[in-house]
């Protein structure tokens, strides 16, 4: 499969799963810095586990 980033240049598959993995840490963080300033730490730890997942995942690709 081919696949294009934001400029248009095509990328391997795997270029494109890192992409969508840095896209959603920083997603996760920022709705675990929202949860954090309404004080719901369920979400908060929510989120943090995402945001390991993703990491983890992204680890494990570059590896």
């Known amino acids: 499969m081919i696949y294009r980033n934001e400029k248009g240049q095509f990328i391997t ?3 494109a799963i890192a992409g969508d ?6 997603e996760w963080m920022r709705w675990a810095q ?5 004080g ?8 943090m586990a995402e945001v ?5 995942k992204l680890r494990a690709l570059v590896a």
């Open 13 to 15: 598959e795997k270029q």
């Open 21 to 26: 993995l840095i896209f959603f840490i920083s």
């Open 34 to 38: 929202d949860a954090f300033r309404k």
């Open 40 to 47: 719901d730490r369920e979400d908060v730890r929510r989120c």
């Open 52 to 56: 390991r997942d993703c990491r983890e």
